[in-house]
């Protein structure tokens, strides 16, 4: 019994141990206060997502929580939406709030460079190359200003598409907020088939002629897979 107990608190304590409370880490190294000793460019990511949403939780500490987070940026921020931040543990509504909102202000002042013009197809798949290897269908769409170049790129839907889960409003809603003047309609074939389905002529159709009716053209719908890519308005599917 002796023997269990302490077995019992020496599991207990290598817990207790991993679970590091912020005011339990020295004051001129938590995250906070580093930026302002030492600069923002001496942190880690993970220090850096710790400083973003503050704490952890009884279950998991902060540091914890932004290993998580950096995780999932690793294999590409744009498949971050909000309700997977929010749904991780650790997060909840106001670090997932947190986070978007800083993943949002960097993307419109801080990041710098020329915008991508499309011209033609295959300029689009190294634009999506996060999607390539995925094991669900996502569902992207490129929003293009009038000149032809990329405003915004974003995940519409994950999963197997039809016609509920790729609805109008959700594909043209930031469409409209980008005053975009057409799209671009971009979907992974996990099994490496190029060859359009019938539900993917279907939906393509339905999204064209919502286009049209909200004045945002639908300039092609491409397909793509990691041995290459099929370009849908190319095969005089829509």
Do not use: W
Not at 45 to 64: M, P, Q, R, S
Not at 128 to 155: H, P, W
Not at 206 to 221: C, F, R
């Amino acid at each position: 019994m002796v023997a269990a107990a302490c077995g019992r608190e020496r599991r207990q304590g290598r817990v207790r141990t991993m679970r590091r409370k912020m005011k339990d880490v020295p004051k001129g190294d938590r995250p906070r206060e580093k930026i302002g000793r030492v600069g923002v460019e001496s942190l880690s990511d993970v220090e850096l997502i710790a400083a973003i949403i503050g704490k952890g939780t009884k279950e998991k500490d902060v540091f914890a929580v932004a290993a998580a987070v950096k995780k999932r940026l690793e294999e590409g921020p744009s498949s971050l939406h909000y309700k997977e931040l929010k749904d991780m543990e650790g997060m909840g509504e106001t670090k997932a709030c947190q986070l978007k909102a800083c993943f949002e202000l960097g993307r419109r002042y801080l990041v710098k460079g020329e915008a991508v013009k499309i011209t033609a197809p295959e300029q689009v798949p190294p634009l999506v190359q996060e999607i390539l290897d995925k094991k669900q269908e996502y569902f992207m769409v490129l929003t293009l200003n009038g000149a032809g170049e990329v405003l915004n790129k974003r995940v519409v839907t994950i999963g197997l598409l039809n016609h509920s889960l790729v609805h109008p409003r959700e594909v043209f809603a930031e469409a409209i907020t980008d005053r975009a003047a057409s799209v671009i309609l971009v979907h992974n074939h996990p099994s490496g088939t190029l060859e359009p389905s019938s539900q993917d002529v279907a939906i393509t159709r339905q999204l064209v002629e919502a286009g049209t009716l909200l004045g945002i053209q639908v300039l092609d719908h491409i397909i793509v897979a990691r041995d290459g890519f099929v370009t849908m308005k190319g095969r005089g599917l829509m």
